[in-house]
């Protein structure tokens, strides 16, 4: 069985530092997608960056960007110039093309991002 | 148009009402997805529903009853609920059931069963 292991549970930053949330899986599928959801008080889950298990590249979407240490079954997010507005929870998620049918959520991490 | 719209954003209901839960895209998207998240959790999946044909119940108690008219929309009746099913329930679509495409949460609705 899949699982997913985030072991921060609350982080906080000061604004313009850098942050890395942690996560590591378990898994036995070749192929799989690894991702980061932040879902702040508004309470709407966004996407922040996706890894596909076959790209050996670390995805990066603009201030974020991820650790990808495949062997090690490691993903974490890396923050940087943090702003008030990612203040929020943090979700790492996996998912496995040929033996998941849905998201394994981790329990998740909130970050606190203060001025 | 990249929205997931659910309605309402509230709901209070005691354990005899029945209601509904509504839950709208126009993405064209052929799976949707009910989920529960209670606080400080994350989301558990409850329904898919794959090109509006339900295709994973997560065991869940019939008081819950997903329907999925059209490709468009996806609801979730409720009835005889139970204090402890008080949570924030989350809708999502994607492309394809299957996550290599990005999938789209709506805001939720805060149910509180009294």
């Known amino acids: 069985a899949q699982t997913v292991t985030q072991s921060q549970p609350e982080m906080s930053v000061q604004e313009a530092e850098t942050v890395t949330l942690s996560c590591t899986y378990d898994t036995s599928e070749s192929n799989y997608y690894l991702f980061w959801y932040k879902q702040p008080p508004s309470r709407q889950m966004i996407l922040v960056i996706r890894?596909?298990?076959?790209?050996?590249q670390n995805a990066t979407e603009n201030r974020f960007s991820v650790n990808f240490q495949k062997a090690a079954k490691s993903f974490s997010l890396k923050i940087s110039d943090s702003q008030l507005g990612d203040t929020a929870m943090y979700f790492c998620?996996?998912?496995?093309?040929?033996?998941?049918?849905?998201?394994?959520f981790g329990t998740g991490t909130r970050l606190q991002v203060f001025p | 148009d990249t929205e997931v719209t659910q309605t309402p954003k509230h709901l209070v209901m005691g354990m005899t009402n029945k209601k509904s839960l509504k839950c709208e895209q126009h993405m064209g998207h052929r799976a949707m997805y009910w989920y529960k998240q209670k606080a400080k959790k994350p989301p558990e999946l409850m329904f898919v529903y794959s090109y509006e044909k339900l295709s994973i119940n997560e065991s869940v108690p019939s008081r819950f009853s997903p329907e999925c008219p059209n490709s468009s929309l996806l609801n979730l009746h409720l009835h005889a609920l139970q204090p402890e099913d008080s949570a924030l329930y989350l809708c999502?679509?994607?492309?394809?059931?299957?996550?290599?495409?990005?999938?789209?949460f709506g805001q939720g609705t805060r149910l509180t069963v009294v």
């Open positions: 890894q596909e298990a076959y790209k050996q």
């Open positions: 998620a996996f998912w496995g093309r040929y033996n998941t049918d849905k998201l394994i």
């Open positions: 999502a679509s994607s492309l394809t059931p299957e996550f290599d495409t990005e999938a789209f």
